[in-house]
């Protein structure tokens, strides 16, 4: 007989009526822990989730002048984009993203968007009017553009050189700034005027990269952006009596900021506490204001960023505070808000909660780069932009502190770790609401609950049929699960990988890391899955596949607990679609316990495992996931003895 032509069979040993395991199936589950995406690396990405020798990204550097009309509700400005090609072929035209073209009555995201409405409404009675575009190359203008929806295209009479070849896009532009903005800008009437949050305000270049080529997917909602990296400068003109706030630094504080104004900032640049640059009651106080008639410039700089945004108002209380960073360096929290959302359980803490944000995710993670943190109350449920955001101006104290973090730890995921935003919102959305759950545990020891560790809370879900993938692209999402998809279940997930299965140390040396390597460039998500695989020395396929790039769920069970020889013998089994390392909580009839912890791969095999615990205790009760970190289906089978239901 040939016995290497024999299958191996399943041998057991059945001792004291416990069947034993000596040998199994060679192939088993293998196929839930092999790799599912592209390992290799190339010259642009390699396979330690790093930048290639030739990774390259495009740079985009902005002048803009713009003029806010709060009679006409418009904005109107003028553009030039230094664009410079860093990739490996000569670029006979670039795409640019005209966002405000969303806003008409037959744009795609109009026209997608169903009849009862949902989050992404907008106003159809905007868009943009592009004038004046001149497309030089050297010493070659053209003027050729086709606009589609949401994009133009822009061509060249005479090619971009690659390899860090330079052209120069300049164009006026003027639109209709929307009532309703898709919950990402517009403008909101209070008592004292209205306020404007102005975002995708301006045409900006569309991303070419290795992966895609042009990423020039349509604006229809619930997709966001992605951006390239370059230095800002814009100036804006507003009323005389309005307040500017935007992202970067402001440039000119003596034209634009009466002498106590700038003697205020100054005492806030340099205090732990709020403190006042408009306060309250000062509103219609005008003789704060550097001017009493006709218009004020403001001019802004911001290095290295992907975007900019800024807001408007002769409504806004103004306060702010000093940003301590690790490495000594300052920043400066502000916030702004109407009367309306003015007090103690409100926005009067905004700045507060933006410095603490900020504090706690540079100590924790990454410094924060940028000079400012602007909190802004607008008609918008929260929005993030580099150094700026947009939250509901009704919001208070958990949900304001909640919304608050929630967009300034966007600074980190994807303004410095620059995502697809548009195709895997997951990567920005689920991250940050990962790095929330510690920031809010850590703002003033625990005022607000941090609740992403209850993830059992969200068995529904996990166990609807309607339920989808986290690789659901945002805009193909039935909106109903995008909070789960984008948000709870990628975040959950990276907190079982720090919390369960790697362990806090591991974890955050290649979280960080991730940060580090990542930072103002544009990673896909197998540099992520890779870049974590390498600097944690663990093969995290079978989970990284089942949870990111699945619906299946996880269920572990304790199936029998029996004496063995003096010992025990526990059975446990792997019941669900994602395997798992074990950790089970043995208590002894002493009332001490012993936590027992085993590998994911007892699950390489088959779904049944046999643990033996050596032991001259009597076991009284076996628990898995005692800590409950896993969103475990099926609460019923994860313990031993089961629980009885007494009358």
């Known amino acids: 007989m040939n016995f290497f032509n024999r299958k191996l069979t399943l041998a057991t040993l059945v001792l004291g009526g416990v069947a034993i395991g000596i040998a199994q199936e060679a192939q088993g589950n293998q196929q839930l822990f092999s790799e599912f995406l592209e390992h290799s690396g190339n010259e642009f990405r390699t396979a330690t989730g790093k930048p290639g020798e030739h990774y390259w990204q495009n740079e985009t550097d902005y002048k803009i002048e713009a003029t806010l009309d709060d009679k006409a509700h418009t904005i109107t400005g003028k553009l030039t984009l230094e664009y410079t090609n860093n990739s490996p072929q000569t670029l006979d035209f670039i795409w640019m993203h005209l966002e405000q073209n969303r806003f008409t009555e037959n744009s795609r995201g109009n026209l997608t968007t169903p009849i009862g409405g949902n989050r992404y409404n907008g106003d159809v009675d905007g868009g943009y009017t592009i004038t004046n575009l001149k497309a030089k190359v050297k010493r070659s203008t053209s003027s050729k553009h086709i606009i589609t929806d949401t994009r133009m295209q822009v061509f060249f009479d005479e090619p971009i050189p690659a390899d860090g070849g330079k052209a120069t896009i300049s164009m006026d532009f003027t639109y209709k700034i929307p009532v309703k903005g898709m919950d990402r800008m517009g403008r909101l009437e209070t008592k004292n005027g209205t306020i404007y949050a102005l975002a995708q305000w301006y045409p900006r270049a569309a991303v070419l990269d290795d992966i895609e080529g042009w990423n020039i997917e349509p604006y229809l909602g619930a997709g966001e952006f992605y951006l390239d990296y370059g230095d800002y400068e814009f100036k804006i003109t507003a009323p005389y009596n309005h307040i500017v706030v935007a992202s970067g630094a402001l440039q000119n504080e003596k034209d634009v900021l009466s002498a106590t104004m700038r003697d205020r900032m100054e005492k806030a640049e340099n205090s732990d506490e709020t403190v006042y640059i408009v306060k309250p009651e000062e509103l219609d106080n005008m003789s704060l204001r550097a001017k009493q008639s006709g218009t004020l410039t403001w001019n802004f700089k911001m290095e290295n960023t992907r975007d900019v945004a800024f807001a408007s108002s002769k409504a806004f209380i103004w306060d702010a505070a000093k940003i301590n960073l690790p490495s000594g360096k300052k920043a400066v929290a502000q916030s702004v808000y109407p009367i309306e959302s003015d007090g103690q359980e409100a926005w009067t803490r905004s700045t507060e909660y933006t410095k603490h944000s900020i504090e706690n995710n540079s100590e924790m993670w990454y410094e924060y780069p940028y000079p400012v943190a602007v909190n802004v109350a607008a008609d918008i449920g929260g929005m993030e932009y580099p150094g700026l955001s947009f939250c509901s101006w009704k919001s208070t104290s958990a949900g304001l502190w909640g919304v608050t973090d929630h967009e300034f730890g966007h600074n980190w995921f994807p303004m410095i770790v620059g995502t697809n935003e548009r195709r895997y919102a997951w990567m920005d959305e689920g991250f940050n609401t990962f790095i929330n759950y510690y920031s809010t545990m850590k703002f003033n020891n625990g005022e607000y609950p941090a609740r992403l560790n209850q993830t059992r809370n969200s068995v529904s879900w996990y166990t609807s049929p309607s339920r989808e993938g986290i690789d659901t692209y945002p805009d193909a999402v039935n909106l109903r699960n995008l909070g789960m998809i984008a948000y709870a279940k990628p975040a959950q997930g990276l907190l079982m990988l720090r919390e369960y299965i790697l362990g806090p140390e591991r974890f955050d040396n290649a979280f960080k890391s991730y940060i580090k390597t990542w930072a103002y460039k544009h990673p896909q998500p197998r540099d992520f899955f890779n870049h974590m695989e390498n600097v944690a020395g663990e093969n995290l396929a ?45 208590t002894f009839d002493d009332k001490t316990t012993q936590l027992v912890e085993l590998p994911v791969e007892i699950w390489q095999r088959e779904n049944s495992w046999n643990y033996m615990l050596n032991t001259d205790k009597k076991v009284s009760k076996v628990e898995l996931d005692p800590n409950k970190i896993l969103p475990d289906v099926n609460f019923s089978n994860d313990s031993w003895p089961v629980s009885q239901y007494q009358n």
Do not use: H
């Open 542 to 586: 079978w989970f990284f596949k089942g949870w990111f790039y699945g619906t299946g769920n996880i269920d572990l069970a304790v199936n029998s607990v029996r004496p063995y020889q003096g010992n025990y013998v526990i059975s446990i089994s792997n019941e669900g679609d994602i395997p798992m390392p074990v950790k089970m909580l043995v």
